[in-house]
């Protein structure tokens, strides 16, 4: 079954108002939840029930500060890992990983439900990671390869209530174009969000500019909107500075607590919380540069007080 949407209808990209998103799931629920989260994957807590309830609570964090600001709230699935290769390497079939996606959906929908009752507008995505390691590009896949690799994916979400795939910690073009296109078959609005390095620019060296161009131009500008994520402001304060279009097809930012490099953080053994009220601020500083700008949270380091320092910053500036 195939749900037909459209990226337009998505209600973050209409009007002026604001959306909540969570922060580092991953993170957040292994050092402060004392979670074990092999191959960095969250999703198979959804098969044991104590483990779902702490999904659940997670996201209960964020719901509060969407209630807190009136803001919308988007439900990212905890789904990063979530497709074939990596679940591979967690014992997973394909049929068991499309039962996984579904289940992820399914909580996402009691959290929406949660946000209703509030009279909150909430949106169902369902995330989408990158094949490989999510700072480093590796091999990169050609944009077919990478349309054929995640429709998997993508097509379990486009069989469910899911409003729109999101694709987070993209390091390439090449297989953020491979998604979009994915989506686009699949009739699932799809979101990019890329990382980059410390200078601004993705982990293959492309200026973020040009990537979002690129995708653009490569898919007809079927994707929904763009996104930054798991990199701190500072690393991509600069990369905002080129002028164009392309500015306002960015809609969300999901920062990075610590300012230390993808290398640093993945030899790091302690989490860098860095500092909430300063990430906060930062974010605001950036309102001028990104008036297209609805969905904000966190990544790597962050949990619910830094998400509710930026959203503060955000609507107090």
Do not use: K
Request: one cysteine or more; charged letters at 20%.
């Amino acid at each position: 079954m195939t749900i037909a949407r459209s990226g337009q209808s998505l209600p973050q990209l209409g009007g002026s108002g604001l959306f909540v998103t969570d922060g580092g799931l991953e993170t957040d629920l292994i050092f402060h939840d004392g979670l074990e989260l092999p191959c960095f994957a969250a999703f198979p807590l959804l098969e044991n029930p104590e483990t779902r309830a702490d999904l659940r609570r997670y996201y209960d964090r964020y719901l509060a500060i969407a209630r807190e600001h009136g803001a919308g709230f988007v439900v990212e699935t905890p789904t990063w890992r979530a497709n074939p290769d990596w679940a591979s390497r967690l014992g997973y079939s394909l049929e068991r990983l499309d039962a996984a996606n579904r289940a992820a959906v399914s909580l996402a929908e009691e959290v929406r439900a949660a946000a209703a009752a509030y009279g909150l507008t909430a949106v169902v995505s369902g995330c989408v990671g990158p094949r490989g390691d999510g700072y480093d590009p590796g091999s990169v896949m050609t944009p077919d390869e990478a349309e054929r690799y995640h429709a998997v994916q993508i097509g379990t979400f486009a069989s469910t209530t899911a409003d729109q795939v999101t694709a987070t910690t993209m390091t390439n073009t090449e297989e953020a174009i491979g998604i979009v296109r994915a989506a686009s078959v699949a009739g699932i609005p799809a979101a990019i969000s890329f990382t980059v390095e410390t200078d601004g620019r993705l982990p293959t060296g492309q200026p973020l500019h040009d990537a979002i161009e690129q995708v653009d131009a490569a898919t007809g500008a079927r994707a929904a909107y763009f996104m930054v994520n798991c990199a701190h402001p500072t690393h991509f304060v600069d990369a905002l500075a080129a002028e164009g279009p392309w500015r306002r097809r960015l809609v969300g930012l999901r920062a990075n607590a610590s300012t230390r490099s993808h290398a640093e953080l993945d030899e790091a053994t302690e989490l860098d919380e860095g500092d909430p009220v300063d990430l906060g601020a930062r974010h605001a500083a950036l309102r001028d540069r990104l008036p297209t700008v609805r969905v904000l949270g966190g990544c790597c380091g962050t949990d619910a007080r830094h998400v509710a320092a930026i959203v503060s910053a955000w609507r107090a500036d």
